[in-house]
């Protein structure tokens, strides 16, 4: 099916199980444990061994030797599988650090063997007598260091966010040189770890020449054709398997060393091999969030009409790798005629760089949002009010492009609402509770709607079941809900008349779960396949399938109504389709908006922050499932809270690694941290995204909320630090004056 018009009036829109608060079906499972994730999937082959990934001790050069005689001597070792057995490993889709394979070293922790045993324990024990020989070399590991000579760089991470190198409208320079009030300020954001619950984990097995992997990813086309690059095999004799995930953030877009690894291991053992990456490896050999050091400039009138406004990042990345692109939102949130927004890449060799939740929104409007709010202050103008005075229905860069549907001040206007903004005093360190200073803080909330090419097979049996089979995941995001919502809604079935199958490479080629593209995409193809099954059920029916009505498990046309099981009666019916777009989104800017607001105390003797309250009014398009769109936007401001106050990769720049790699030394907000917390979505559709008319909340919730926190501590005790995470030694020197 090819959407390639705005939608129109469908069987959606009639909201019987769509829109409504659903609780999640594989909710049971998951609270029984009984959902079985990847390493746990002890049942789909026999004789696992388990495997030990080992990575390398020294950031960049070279290994001359490995000594594996002790290693293979240990009680239960099956096989050791170093780097220097095989050639350099091709990269897989959008990897740029090498897995495995050859003598070069890219990064600390690295992957450079894996010791095979019967056991977990017996296979660490032996990987500590594998003895490898390195050649070190200098590298470089300071972004401060690099980035004055960093060159410019184009980027697209492939999510929304994307950069030209620099990219010009109007006359920056001389329009800031005129503006009447100027902010030119620098802002720097924090490596960051996905450090999601469930770690990179992969059970692999050979049958002949064909590969299954039981891991944990959340796209499984791109897996089954990375896995298929990086090895050399043909892709159509690879299997991947994903039911359960346990968190990805991104981190589990690509494929990683744990699958390649056991791939290479279960080949070497002769049996099926799970491996599991410690969290040092998770830190250190798969992905993060890059540092990034930003220039905000904007000029205003005096009025506060934005007259120049500019947005430079400069983050770093292993050679080959792409920038952050942290200046994307800049291109588009706000007006302003004379705009200049550019990137820049160092190369450095920490281990690689890549998407986490909203790449470039996150880090970026924690840069954007705190310049408006600074901009706001010399103003003398409400920070809402700023916001809203800026306001543009047209894409800055492109004023003869409009957006299709774009409701931002009415998220500001309802958030400051809702959240007794009105009530604030503006003048900062002035409202007091005991030890704590209070204060309040806004941002605007933007990330970019995508959508992707998503197919799906519905089938239909005799007992009026509806099956849907596709690849597409769960991440925890409560897909399988979504997708049987949208397959009980167009065939006119109860929910538990539906049975959903996800993350099989062996069902079509959904989507898959990331940038905020996978519920308004993967139901889309869902829709499509639902409409070509209407059509083989009307058909069997001989009933016109332009008049037939689904609802009440029955199909109705004028005075006729029949079970739809009955259509089944005579063999299952089975219907596959995929939703495909057309330029829709280059004609139109499609975008989603919040109203992030937050109240902070901070302690006046020790400068601690306790975050009190949150609020996010969003505007997405059609809310497919409340209940679980709720649950995406409070994650993505829990994780807000922990960028803003403290979420570090603390970098080794002597040795060039992440020195706090595990969940005890890197901090993630826990339930303690955070307090109430509020949606509100606004009533609203989308027509030119999808039939379903819907757009994507899981990374909107993040991006903006870590500039409110900061400017709610500004309005708290009048301090601005523009360094994060705002830890608290950051703001403990300047309190005595504050308080």
Same mark, same amino acid.
């Given at each position: /099916?090819?959407?390639?018009?705005?939608?129109?009036?469908?069987?959606?829109?009639?909201?019987?199980?769509?829109?409504?608060?659903?609780?999640?079906?594989?909710?049971? &499972?998951?609270?029984?444990?009984? @959902?079985?994730?990847? &390493?746990?999937?002890?049942?789909?082959?026999?004789?696992?061994?388990?495997?030990?990934?080992?990575?390398?001790?020294?950031?960049? $050069?070279?290994?001359?030797?490995?000594?594996?005689?002790?290693?293979?001597?240990?009680? $239960?070792?099956?096989?050791?599988?170093?780097?220097?057995?095989? %050639?350099?490993?091709?990269?897989?889709?959008?990897?740029?650090?090498?897995?495995?394979?050859?003598?070069?070293?890219?990064? =600390?922790?690295?992957?450079?063997?894996?010791?095979?045993?019967?056991?977990?324990?017996?296979?660490?024990?032996?990987?500590?007598?594998?003895?490898?020989? =390195?050649?070190?070399?200098?590298?470089?590991?300071?972004?401060?260091?690099? @980035?004055?000579?960093?060159?410019?760089?184009?980027?697209?991470?492939?999510?929304?966010?994307?950069?030209?190198?620099?990219?010009?409208?109007?006359?920056?320079?001389?329009?800031?040189?005129?503006? %009447?009030?100027?902010?030119?300020?620098?802002?720097?954001?924090?490596?960051?770890?996905?450090?999601?619950?469930? %770690?990179?984990?992969?059970?692999?097995?050979?049958?002949?020449?064909?590969?299954?992997?039981?891991?944990?990813?959340? /796209?499984?086309?791109?897996?089954?054709?990375?896995?298929?690059?990086?090895?050399?095999?043909?892709?159509?004799?690879?299997? !991947?398997?994903?039911? &359960?995930?346990? $968190?990805?953030?991104?981190?589990?877009?690509? *494929?990683?060393?744990?699958?390649?690894?056991?791939?290479?291991?279960?080949?070497?053992?002769?049996?099926?091999?799970?491996?599991?990456?410690?969290?040092?490896?998770?830190?250190?050999?798969?992905?993060?969030?890059?540092?990034?050091?930003?220039? !905000?400039?904007?000029?205003?009138?005096?009025?506060?009409?934005?007259?120049?406004?500019?947005?430079?990042?400069?983050?770093?990345? !292993?050679?080959?790798?792409?920038?952050?692109?942290?200046?994307?939102?800049?291109?588009?949130?706000?007006?302003?005629?004379?705009?200049?927004?550019?990137?820049?890449?160092?190369?450095?060799?920490?281990?690689?760089?890549?998407?986490?939740?909203?790449?470039?929104?996150?880090?970026?409007?924690?840069?954007?949002?705190?310049?408006?709010?600074?901009?706001?202050?010399?103003?003398?103008?409400?920070?809402?009010?700023?916001?809203?005075?800026?306001?543009?229905? !047209?894409?800055?860069?492109?004023?003869?492009?409009?957006?299709?549907?774009?409701?931002?001040?009415?998220?500001?206007?309802?958030?400051?609402?809702?959240?007794?903004?009105?009530?604030?005093?503006?003048?900062?360190?002035?409202?007091?509770?005991?030890?704590?200073?209070?204060?309040?803080?806004?941002?605007?909330?933007?990330?970019?709607?995508?959508?992707?090419?998503?197919?799906?097979?519905?089938?239909?049996?005799?007992?009026?079941?509806?099956?849907?089979?596709?690849?597409?995941?769960?991440?925890?995001?409560?897909? =399988?809900?979504?997708?049987?919502?949208?397959?009980?809604?167009?065939?006119?079935?109860?929910?538990?008349? *539906?049975?959903?199958?996800?993350?099989?490479?062996?069902?079509?080629?959904?989507?898959?779960?990331?940038?905020?593209?996978?519920?308004?995409?993967?139901?889309?193809?869902?829709?499509?396949?639902?409409?070509?099954?209407?059509?083989?059920?009307?058909?069997?029916?001989?009933?016109?399938?332009?008049?037939?009505?689904?609802?009440?498990?029955?199909?109705?046309?004028?005075?006729?109504?029949?079970?739809?099981?009955?259509?089944?009666?005579?063999?299952?019916?089975?219907?596959?389709?995929?939703?495909?777009?057309?330029?829709?989104?280059?004609?139109?800017?499609?975008?989603?908006?919040?109203?992030?607001?937050?109240?902070?105390?901070?302690?006046?003797?020790?400068?601690?922050?306790?975050?009190?309250?949150?609020?996010?009014?969003?505007? @997405?398009?059609?809310?497919?499932?409340?209940?679980?769109?709720?649950?995406?936007?409070?994650?993505?401001?829990?994780?807000?809270?922990?960028?803003?106050?403290?979420?570090?990769?603390?970098?080794?720049?002597?040795?060039?690694?992440?020195?706090?790699?595990?969940?005890? $030394?890197?901090?993630? %907000?826990?339930?303690?941290?955070?307090?109430? +917390?509020?949606?509100?979505?606004?009533?609203?559709?989308?027509?030119?995204?999808?039939?379903?008319?819907?757009?994507?909340?899981?990374?909107?919730?993040?991006?903006?909320?870590?500039?409110?926190?900061?400017?709610?501590?500004?309005?708290?005790?009048?301090?601005?630090?523009?360094?994060?995470?705002?830890?608290?030694?950051?703001?403990?020197? +300047?309190?005595?004056?504050?308080?």
């Amino acid at each position: /099916m090819k959407f390639d018009t705005p939608a129109g009036q469908n069987p959606i829109d009639r909201l019987r199980v769509v829109g409504c608060p659903t609780d999640r079906i594989d909710g049971k &499972y998951k609270t029984t444990g009984t @959902a079985a994730y990847a &390493y746990e999937r002890h049942d789909v082959a026999d004789h696992q061994a388990y495997g030990y990934v080992l990575g390398a001790t020294i950031p960049k $050069g070279r290994v001359r030797a490995v000594d594996t005689a002790a290693a293979k001597a240990a009680a $239960g070792v099956i096989a050791v599988v170093t780097t220097l057995d095989v %050639p350099k490993l091709g990269l897989g889709t959008m990897n740029y650090a090498s897995l495995f394979g050859g003598d070069r070293i890219q990064h =600390y922790h690295q992957a450079v063997a894996v010791v095979v045993a019967e056991t977990f324990e017996q296979a660490r024990a032996a990987s500590f007598l594998v003895r490898i020989d =390195y050649a070190p070399e200098a590298g470089r590991f300071d972004l401060a260091a690099e @980035a004055p000579h960093a060159p410019p760089a184009k980027a697209d991470s492939g999510e929304g966010s994307g950069a030209d190198g620099a990219e010009r409208v109007g006359d920056f320079e001389g329009a800031f040189a005129q503006a %009447p009030v100027q902010l030119d300020a620098t802002y720097t954001t924090s490596d960051e770890s996905h450090a999601m619950m469930e %770690p990179h984990a992969t059970i692999a097995a050979w049958d002949g020449d064909r590969l299954t992997l039981w891991t944990s990813n959340q /796209m499984i086309a791109w897996a089954k054709g990375s896995i298929a690059k990086i090895l050399g095999i043909p892709k159509q004799n690879v299997r !991947v398997d994903s039911p &359960y995930i346990g $968190g990805g953030f991104g981190g589990k877009l690509f *494929v990683r060393a744990d699958a390649v690894l056991a791939a290479l291991a279960a080949k070497a053992a002769g049996r099926p091999v799970k491996v599991a990456l410690t969290r040092p490896l998770v830190a250190n050999n798969t992905t993060h969030r890059p540092a990034t050091i930003q220039r !905000v400039r904007i000029g205003a009138t005096r009025d506060g009409t934005i007259t120049a406004i500019a947005h430079e990042s400069v983050s770093g990345n !292993v050679p080959g790798g792409v920038p952050e692109t942290a200046v994307d939102q800049t291109k588009l949130l706000y007006a302003g005629a004379n705009r200049l927004t550019a990137l820049r890449l160092a190369e450095l060799d920490l281990p690689e760089g890549n998407a986490m939740r909203a790449p470039g929104e996150a880090p970026g409007m924690l840069a954007l949002e705190v310049a408006m709010d600074e901009m706001a202050s010399m103003l003398g103008i409400d920070p809402v009010e700023f916001r809203i005075r800026n306001d543009t229905q !047209v894409d800055p860069n492109q004023p003869d492009r409009p957006f299709s549907h774009r409701d931002l001040v009415g998220c500001l206007r309802l958030g400051a609402e809702r959240f007794g903004w009105a009530a604030r005093n503006p003048a900062p360190g002035q409202a007091r509770d005991g030890q704590w200073l209070v204060g309040m803080g806004v941002a605007a909330g933007f990330r970019n709607n995508l959508v992707m090419k998503s197919a799906a097979r519905v089938r239909l049996d005799a007992a009026g079941t509806v099956t849907v089979e596709t690849d597409m995941t769960d991440i925890g995001t409560g897909s =399988y809900t979504i997708i049987a919502q949208t397959a009980a809604e167009m065939m006119g079935v109860p929910l538990d008349r *539906v049975v959903v199958r996800l993350g099989d490479s062996d069902h079509p080629a959904a989507a898959g779960s990331g940038g905020q593209w996978g519920a308004n995409s993967a139901t889309a193809g869902v829709y499509a396949a639902c409409t070509k099954l209407r059509e083989a059920v009307a058909q069997r029916l001989g009933i016109n399938s332009a008049d037939a009505d689904f609802a009440g498990g029955e199909v109705r046309a004028g005075n006729l109504s029949v079970p739809l099981a009955q259509a089944a009666q005579a063999g299952e019916l089975v219907a596959e389709d995929a939703m495909e777009y057309g330029d829709l989104a280059k004609r139109q800017q499609q975008s989603t908006f919040a109203g992030h607001f937050v109240e902070v105390g901070v302690d006046v003797d020790t400068a601690e922050v306790r975050v009190r309250r949150m609020l996010a009014v969003c505007a @997405a398009g059609r809310i497919l499932n409340p209940k679980s769109a709720r649950s995406q936007v409070i994650g993505g401001m829990t994780m807000g809270v922990g960028a803003a106050l403290m979420e570090k990769l603390s970098v080794d720049k002597k040795r060039g690694f992440f020195v706090n790699h595990d969940l005890a $030394g890197y901090e993630v %907000p826990v339930h303690a941290d955070i307090p109430h +917390q509020e949606v509100i979505f606004l009533d609203e559709v989308d027509p030119t995204s999808s039939p379903m008319k819907a757009k994507g909340v899981g990374e909107l919730g993040l991006c903006g909320v870590g500039a409110a926190v900061a400017n709610a501590i500004t309005h708290a005790t009048g301090i601005r630090v523009r360094d994060f995470p705002l830890t608290l030694d950051k703001l403990l020197a +300047q309190m005595p004056d504050a308080a």
